[in-house]
Protein backbone atom coordinates (compact mmCIF):
# COMPACT_ATOMS: atom_id res chain seq x y z
CA UNK A 1 0.00 0.00 0.00
CA UNK A 2 1.30 3.42 -0.83
CA UNK A 3 1.88 5.80 1.99
CA UNK A 4 -0.02 9.10 2.25
CA UNK A 5 2.43 11.96 2.09
CA UNK A 6 1.59 15.09 4.08
CA UNK A 7 2.66 18.34 1.87
CA UNK A 8 1.25 21.87 2.88
CA UNK A 9 -1.17 21.64 0.05
CA UNK A 10 -2.82 19.25 0.92
CA UNK A 11 -2.61 19.93 4.90
CA UNK A 12 -4.90 23.05 3.57
CA UNK A 13 -7.06 21.24 1.39
CA UNK A 14 -7.79 19.25 4.15
CA UNK A 15 -8.11 22.16 6.61
CA UNK A 16 -10.76 23.22 4.07
CA UNK A 17 -13.15 20.51 4.06
CA UNK A 18 -13.15 20.35 7.97
CA UNK A 19 -14.56 23.32 7.89
CA UNK A 20 -17.12 22.85 5.01
CA UNK A 21 -18.24 19.85 7.02
CA UNK A 22 -18.53 21.60 10.40
CA UNK A 23 -20.08 24.95 9.33
CA UNK A 24 -23.25 23.51 8.32
CA UNK A 25 -23.64 21.39 11.58
CA UNK A 26 -22.86 24.95 13.80
CA UNK A 27 -26.10 26.11 13.97
CA UNK A 28 -28.79 22.69 14.40
CA UNK A 29 -25.48 22.01 17.38
CA UNK A 30 -26.41 25.04 18.95
CA UNK A 31 -30.00 25.40 18.69
CA UNK A 32 -29.72 21.15 20.07
CA UNK A 33 -27.85 22.28 23.03
CA UNK A 34 -30.64 24.71 24.40
CA UNK A 35 -34.46 25.00 25.38
CA UNK A 36 -37.54 25.23 23.56
CA UNK A 37 -37.07 28.77 23.81
CA UNK A 38 -33.99 29.38 22.32
CA UNK A 39 -34.96 27.52 19.15
CA UNK A 40 -35.03 29.18 16.02
CA UNK A 41 -32.74 31.39 17.09
CA UNK A 42 -31.82 34.98 15.00
CA UNK A 43 -29.35 37.25 14.23
CA UNK A 44 -29.18 39.95 17.18
CA UNK A 45 -28.74 42.62 14.26
CA UNK A 46 -31.92 44.78 13.11
CA UNK A 47 -33.29 48.27 13.31
CA UNK A 48 -30.96 49.83 14.85
CA UNK A 49 -28.24 47.48 15.93
CA UNK A 50 -24.91 46.83 13.51
CA UNK A 51 -24.20 42.95 12.83
CA UNK A 52 -22.48 42.61 16.17
CA UNK A 53 -25.90 43.58 17.91
CA UNK A 54 -24.64 46.97 18.99
CA UNK A 55 -26.95 49.90 19.25
CA UNK A 56 -26.16 52.11 15.77
CA UNK A 57 -24.79 55.42 17.33
CA UNK A 58 -26.94 58.55 16.81
CA UNK A 59 -30.17 56.31 16.41
CA UNK A 60 -33.15 57.32 18.80
CA UNK A 61 -35.18 54.77 19.64
CA UNK A 62 -35.81 55.04 23.64
CA UNK A 63 -33.93 52.32 25.43
CA UNK A 64 -31.49 49.84 24.58
CA UNK A 65 -32.31 45.75 23.54
CA UNK A 66 -31.34 44.84 27.10
CA UNK A 67 -34.11 47.34 28.62
CA UNK A 68 -36.57 45.47 26.53
CA UNK A 69 -35.74 41.96 27.54
CA UNK A 70 -35.39 42.87 31.01
CA UNK A 71 -39.26 44.19 30.85
CA UNK A 72 -39.97 41.36 28.60
CA UNK A 73 -38.69 38.78 31.41
CA UNK A 74 -40.71 41.06 33.68
CA UNK A 75 -43.95 40.81 32.17
CA UNK A 76 -43.22 36.79 31.61
CA UNK A 77 -42.71 36.88 35.77
CA UNK A 78 -45.89 37.96 35.89
CA UNK A 79 -48.01 36.54 33.49
CA UNK A 80 -46.56 33.16 35.48
CA UNK A 81 -47.97 34.51 38.67
CA UNK A 82 -51.74 35.20 37.15
CA UNK A 83 -52.57 33.38 33.76
CA UNK A 84 -50.28 30.58 33.87
CA UNK A 85 -50.93 29.97 37.74
CA UNK A 86 -54.19 29.56 36.52
CA UNK A 87 -53.35 26.95 33.78
CA UNK A 88 -51.69 25.42 36.57
CA UNK A 89 -54.38 25.22 38.96
CA UNK A 90 -57.30 23.78 35.98
CA UNK A 91 -54.57 20.69 35.66
CA UNK A 92 -57.33 17.78 35.24
CA UNK A 93 -56.65 14.80 36.65
CA UNK A 94 -56.99 11.02 35.47
CA UNK A 95 -59.30 8.69 36.36
CA UNK A 96 -58.03 7.02 39.14
CA UNK A 97 -56.49 10.39 40.53
CA UNK A 98 -60.71 11.47 40.49
CA UNK A 99 -61.76 8.39 42.72
CA UNK A 100 -59.10 9.48 45.09
CA UNK A 101 -59.71 13.23 45.05
CA UNK A 102 -63.19 13.01 45.20
CA UNK A 103 -65.93 14.81 42.09
CA UNK A 104 -64.63 17.53 39.84
CA UNK A 105 -66.47 19.83 37.55
CA UNK A 106 -69.88 21.29 38.02
CA UNK A 107 -71.11 20.25 41.37
CA UNK A 108 -74.55 21.19 40.69
CA UNK A 109 -74.75 18.26 38.00
CA UNK A 110 -75.26 14.90 39.10
CA UNK A 111 -72.13 12.77 37.64
CA UNK A 112 -74.03 10.68 35.77
CA UNK A 113 -76.79 9.77 33.46
CA UNK A 114 -79.97 10.50 34.22
CA UNK A 115 -81.36 8.14 31.12
CA UNK A 116 -79.18 5.75 29.38
CA UNK A 117 -79.53 5.49 25.44
CA UNK A 118 -81.22 1.86 24.46
CA UNK A 119 -79.53 -0.22 22.66
CA UNK A 120 -80.09 0.71 18.36
CA UNK A 121 -78.73 0.91 15.02
CA UNK A 122 -76.05 4.16 15.03
CA UNK A 123 -73.65 6.09 13.02
CA UNK A 124 -70.20 6.00 13.86
CA UNK A 125 -70.79 9.67 14.41
CA UNK A 126 -73.56 9.19 16.49
CA UNK A 127 -71.75 6.39 18.57
CA UNK A 128 -68.90 9.30 19.28
CA UNK A 129 -71.46 11.83 20.29
CA UNK A 130 -72.95 9.44 22.78
CA UNK A 131 -69.95 8.62 24.18
CA UNK A 132 -68.51 11.97 24.28
CA UNK A 133 -71.50 13.02 26.12
CA UNK A 134 -71.80 9.84 28.49
CA UNK A 135 -67.90 11.23 29.81
CA UNK A 136 -68.70 14.29 30.19
CA UNK A 137 -72.14 13.40 32.34
CA UNK A 138 -70.05 11.28 34.12
CA UNK A 139 -67.26 14.21 35.04
CA UNK A 140 -69.89 16.84 35.68
CA UNK A 141 -69.15 18.39 32.41
CA UNK A 142 -65.52 18.60 33.16
CA UNK A 143 -63.65 16.09 29.77
CA UNK A 144 -61.81 12.87 31.45
CA UNK A 145 -58.60 13.23 29.53
CA UNK A 146 -57.02 10.53 27.38
CA UNK A 147 -53.76 9.13 28.47
CA UNK A 148 -52.46 11.09 25.04
CA UNK A 149 -53.92 14.47 26.30
CA UNK A 150 -52.39 13.80 29.91
CA UNK A 151 -49.13 13.66 28.54
CA UNK A 152 -50.03 16.93 26.36
CA UNK A 153 -51.32 18.98 28.77
CA UNK A 154 -48.06 17.93 31.15
CA UNK A 155 -45.36 18.99 28.54
CA UNK A 156 -47.45 22.23 27.66
CA UNK A 157 -47.41 23.63 31.30
CA UNK A 158 -43.87 22.53 31.86
CA UNK A 159 -42.38 24.46 28.34
CA UNK A 160 -44.34 26.99 28.98
CA UNK A 161 -42.86 26.67 33.06
CA UNK A 162 -39.74 27.01 31.64
CA UNK A 163 -40.15 30.04 28.77
CA UNK A 164 -41.69 32.30 31.49
CA UNK A 165 -38.75 31.24 33.92
CA UNK A 166 -36.11 31.52 31.94
CA UNK A 167 -33.30 33.93 31.97
CA UNK A 168 -32.75 37.18 30.27
CA UNK A 169 -30.80 36.55 26.50
CA UNK A 170 -30.17 38.92 23.48
CA UNK A 171 -32.63 36.45 21.91
CA UNK A 172 -35.41 36.46 24.39
CA UNK A 173 -38.24 38.71 22.09
CA UNK A 174 -37.26 36.73 18.89
CA UNK A 175 -39.40 34.45 17.73
CA UNK A 176 -41.89 34.65 19.88
CA UNK A 177 -45.57 34.98 17.07
CA UNK A 178 -44.03 31.39 16.12
CA UNK A 179 -43.08 29.82 19.33
CA UNK A 180 -47.00 30.51 20.38
CA UNK A 181 -48.12 29.29 17.32
CA UNK A 182 -46.54 26.18 17.33
CA UNK A 183 -47.39 26.24 21.22
CA UNK A 184 -51.15 26.26 19.97
CA UNK A 185 -51.36 23.60 17.82
CA UNK A 186 -49.87 21.48 20.31
CA UNK A 187 -52.39 22.65 22.66
CA UNK A 188 -55.50 21.41 20.97
CA UNK A 189 -54.49 17.47 21.76
CA UNK A 190 -54.51 18.20 25.46
CA UNK A 191 -57.94 19.80 25.23
CA UNK A 192 -61.54 19.63 23.43
CA UNK A 193 -60.87 20.60 19.74
CA UNK A 194 -63.47 23.10 18.89
CA UNK A 195 -64.81 21.81 15.03
CA UNK A 196 -65.20 18.39 16.29
CA UNK A 197 -67.12 19.78 19.30
CA UNK A 198 -68.84 20.84 16.79
CA UNK A 199 -69.67 18.02 14.64
CA UNK A 200 -70.56 16.17 17.63
CA UNK A 201 -73.07 18.93 18.46
CA UNK A 202 -74.93 18.68 14.93
CA UNK A 203 -74.97 15.01 14.58
CA UNK A 204 -76.63 14.72 18.33
CA UNK A 205 -79.43 17.54 17.76
CA UNK A 206 -80.22 15.51 14.53
CA UNK A 207 -80.50 12.38 16.39
CA UNK A 208 -82.74 14.08 18.70
CA UNK A 209 -84.63 15.41 16.89
CA UNK A 210 -85.71 12.09 15.00
CA UNK A 211 -86.22 10.44 18.05
CA UNK A 212 -88.56 13.48 19.15
CA UNK A 213 -90.69 12.87 16.34
CA UNK A 214 -90.28 9.07 16.50
CA UNK A 215 -92.19 9.52 20.00
CA UNK A 216 -94.55 11.97 18.94
CA UNK A 217 -95.29 9.17 16.10
CA UNK A 218 -95.84 6.42 18.57
CA UNK A 219 -97.94 8.03 20.84
CA UNK A 220 -100.41 8.63 17.59
CA UNK A 221 -103.65 6.79 17.72
CA UNK A 222 -104.10 4.47 15.03
CA UNK A 223 -106.66 4.74 12.45
CA UNK A 224 -109.49 2.57 12.60
CA UNK A 225 -112.51 1.80 10.13
CA UNK A 226 -115.31 3.72 10.49
CA UNK A 227 -119.09 3.58 9.04
CA UNK A 228 -120.30 5.40 5.88
CA UNK A 229 -122.05 8.21 6.53
CA UNK A 230 -125.83 8.06 7.00
CA UNK A 231 -126.74 10.16 4.13
CA UNK A 232 -124.42 8.51 1.50
CA UNK A 233 -127.55 7.11 -1.24
CA UNK A 234 -127.12 3.36 -1.14
CA UNK A 235 -128.79 2.78 -4.67
CA UNK A 236 -125.56 4.72 -6.03
CA UNK A 237 -123.34 1.80 -5.17
CA UNK A 238 -124.59 -0.60 -7.65
CA UNK A 239 -124.29 1.22 -10.42
CA UNK A 240 -121.24 0.63 -12.00
CA UNK A 241 -118.83 -2.21 -11.07
CA UNK A 242 -116.21 0.36 -8.59
CA UNK A 243 -119.31 1.12 -6.03
CA UNK A 244 -119.85 4.55 -7.82
CA UNK A 245 -116.75 5.71 -6.39
CA UNK A 246 -115.49 8.25 -9.04
CA UNK A 247 -112.20 8.04 -10.66
CA UNK A 248 -111.58 4.28 -8.99
CA UNK A 249 -110.76 1.58 -12.21
CA UNK A 250 -112.33 -1.77 -12.01
CA UNK A 251 -110.55 -4.89 -11.55
CA UNK A 252 -109.86 -7.24 -14.56
CA UNK A 253 -112.56 -9.18 -15.35
CA UNK A 254 -115.27 -6.84 -14.25
CA UNK A 255 -117.40 -4.38 -17.14
CA UNK A 256 -115.56 -1.31 -17.43
CA UNK A 257 -118.23 1.21 -17.39
CA UNK A 258 -117.53 4.76 -18.03
CA UNK A 259 -116.77 6.48 -14.82
CA UNK A 260 -117.02 10.19 -14.14
CA UNK A 261 -113.14 11.32 -13.16
CA UNK A 262 -112.50 13.04 -9.75
CA UNK A 263 -111.08 16.17 -11.03
CA UNK A 264 -109.02 16.25 -7.72
CA UNK A 265 -107.63 12.72 -7.59
CA UNK A 266 -103.81 12.98 -7.96
CA UNK A 267 -103.45 16.72 -7.93
CA UNK A 268 -103.19 16.96 -4.30
CA UNK A 269 -105.96 19.08 -3.86
CA UNK A 270 -107.11 18.41 -0.18
CA UNK A 271 -110.52 17.53 1.23
CA UNK A 272 -113.18 20.51 1.41
CA UNK A 273 -115.39 19.08 4.05
CA UNK A 274 -111.52 19.26 6.42
CA UNK A 275 -109.83 22.31 7.75
CA UNK A 276 -106.67 22.82 6.10
CA UNK A 277 -103.34 21.68 7.71
CA UNK A 278 -101.24 23.64 9.94
CA UNK A 279 -98.02 24.27 8.66
CA UNK A 280 -95.67 22.42 10.70
CA UNK A 281 -93.14 24.58 12.93
CA UNK A 282 -89.54 23.10 13.03
CA UNK A 283 -88.81 22.36 16.13
CA UNK A 284 -84.93 23.77 17.46
CA UNK A 285 -83.21 22.65 20.86
CA UNK A 286 -80.13 25.12 20.24
CA UNK A 287 -81.03 27.03 23.96
CA UNK A 288 -81.49 25.11 26.98
CA UNK A 289 -85.26 26.78 27.49
CA UNK A 290 -85.76 24.55 24.22
CA UNK A 291 -84.88 21.37 25.12
CA UNK A 292 -86.73 21.68 28.64
CA UNK A 293 -89.73 22.89 26.32
CA UNK A 294 -89.52 19.40 24.33
CA UNK A 295 -89.42 17.40 27.34
CA UNK A 296 -92.12 19.07 28.44
CA UNK A 297 -94.29 18.48 25.39
CA UNK A 298 -93.10 15.16 25.31
CA UNK A 299 -94.49 14.40 28.94
CA UNK A 300 -98.02 15.86 28.27
CA UNK A 301 -99.05 14.36 25.41
CA UNK A 302 -98.02 10.96 27.01
CA UNK A 303 -100.24 11.95 30.02
CA UNK A 304 -103.18 13.13 27.62
CA UNK A 305 -103.11 9.90 25.58
CA UNK A 306 -102.83 7.85 28.94
CA UNK A 307 -99.55 6.43 28.35
CA UNK A 308 -98.17 8.08 31.51
CA UNK A 309 -100.10 9.00 35.37
CA UNK A 310 -100.96 12.14 36.04
CA UNK A 311 -98.50 14.36 38.10
CA UNK A 312 -100.43 14.19 41.11
CA UNK A 313 -100.86 10.01 41.28
CA UNK A 314 -100.53 8.90 44.19
CA UNK A 315 -99.07 5.38 42.49
CA UNK A 316 -95.35 7.34 41.26
CA UNK A 317 -92.65 6.03 43.08
CA UNK A 318 -90.85 7.85 45.87
CA UNK A 319 -87.93 10.21 44.99
CA UNK A 320 -84.87 9.14 47.60
CA UNK A 321 -82.47 10.89 45.50
CA UNK A 322 -82.06 14.77 45.07
CA UNK A 323 -82.78 16.49 41.62
CA UNK A 324 -80.29 18.28 39.68
CA UNK A 325 -81.15 22.31 39.54
CA UNK A 326 -80.36 22.63 36.16
CA UNK A 327 -83.74 23.33 33.53
CA UNK A 328 -83.32 20.04 31.69
CA UNK A 329 -81.88 17.72 33.84
CA UNK A 330 -84.09 18.17 36.57
CA UNK A 331 -87.32 17.89 33.83
CA UNK A 332 -85.61 14.75 32.53
CA UNK A 333 -85.00 13.68 36.57
CA UNK A 334 -88.94 13.79 36.68
CA UNK A 335 -89.47 12.23 34.24
CA UNK A 336 -87.84 8.97 34.93
CA UNK A 337 -89.81 8.90 38.24
CA UNK A 338 -92.72 9.37 35.51
CA UNK A 339 -91.65 6.06 33.36
CA UNK A 340 -91.20 3.92 35.97
CA UNK A 341 -94.51 4.53 37.47
CA UNK A 342 -96.91 1.88 36.45
CA UNK A 343 -98.75 2.65 33.17
CA UNK A 344 -102.41 3.26 33.17
CA UNK A 345 -102.66 2.29 29.71
CA UNK A 346 -101.64 -1.64 29.10
CA UNK A 347 -99.26 -2.14 25.98
CA UNK A 348 -97.83 0.79 26.44
CA UNK A 349 -93.80 -0.59 26.87
CA UNK A 350 -93.35 0.41 23.26
CA UNK A 351 -94.49 3.58 23.88
CA UNK A 352 -92.42 4.11 26.81
CA UNK A 353 -89.07 2.82 25.38
CA UNK A 354 -89.64 5.56 22.47
CA UNK A 355 -89.91 8.27 25.31
CA UNK A 356 -87.19 6.90 27.33
CA UNK A 357 -84.65 7.04 23.48
CA UNK A 358 -85.92 10.72 23.08
CA UNK A 359 -84.86 11.46 26.44
CA UNK A 360 -81.83 9.92 26.49
CA UNK A 361 -80.65 11.87 23.53
CA UNK A 362 -81.99 15.29 24.83
CA UNK A 363 -79.76 14.61 27.24
CA UNK A 364 -76.64 13.89 25.70
CA UNK A 365 -77.14 16.87 23.74
CA UNK A 366 -77.70 19.12 26.66
CA UNK A 367 -73.65 18.26 27.88
CA UNK A 368 -72.38 18.56 24.37
CA UNK A 369 -74.27 22.11 23.94
CA UNK A 370 -73.08 22.78 27.19
CA UNK A 371 -69.55 22.32 26.60
CA UNK A 372 -69.45 23.97 23.31
CA UNK A 373 -70.90 27.33 25.09
CA UNK A 374 -69.81 28.91 28.33
CA UNK A 375 -68.88 26.09 30.70
CA UNK A 376 -66.66 24.61 28.42
CA UNK A 377 -63.08 22.90 28.91
CA UNK A 378 -61.08 25.50 31.94
CA UNK A 379 -58.06 23.84 30.42
CA UNK A 380 -58.39 25.27 26.68
CA UNK A 381 -59.34 28.29 28.11
CA UNK A 382 -56.43 29.32 30.19
CA UNK A 383 -53.79 27.79 27.94
CA UNK A 384 -55.47 30.34 25.58
CA UNK A 385 -55.08 33.53 28.09
CA UNK A 386 -51.31 32.27 28.75
CA UNK A 387 -50.28 32.53 24.79
CA UNK A 388 -52.78 35.93 24.31
CA UNK A 389 -50.90 37.34 27.51
CA UNK A 390 -47.37 36.74 26.28
CA UNK A 391 -48.42 37.76 22.16
CA UNK A 392 -49.45 41.20 24.42
CA UNK A 393 -46.13 41.37 25.93
CA UNK A 394 -44.17 40.51 23.65
CA UNK A 395 -45.70 43.47 21.36
CA UNK A 396 -45.97 46.25 24.17
CA UNK A 397 -42.52 45.52 25.35
CA UNK A 398 -40.07 44.71 22.50
CA UNK A 399 -39.86 47.63 20.48
CA UNK A 400 -35.97 48.16 20.76
CA UNK A 401 -35.61 46.75 17.43
CA UNK A 402 -33.02 43.97 17.87
Do not use: H
Amino acid sequence: MAKFAFSPARLAFATFLTGMVALPLAPAMAASSGSIAEMGKVSPAGPGRDPAGRRKPGDDRAGTGEDCVGRYQAALRRIKETEFAALAGSKRPSSSARAETGPAGDLSLPGMTIFTPKPASRSRAEMAALAAASSLAKSRGRPIPSADARWVAERLRTDLSDYLSQKPTPYLCNGVPQYVMTLRKFATRAGNDPARLQSLLATQSNAALNSIDAAFAAMKPVAAPRFAPVDRPSALLDQAPTGAIPGLRPSAGLSRADTTPNPGAGTGASDPDLPPLKASIPRVLAESDDRAAAVDDLLSAARSAGFLAPVADESLPAVTEPAPTEPVLSRLFAARAALRAPSPTPGGDGIRLALASAFADIEALDYLQRAAGEKGDPQSRAADAVFDAILAAQQKECTCGG
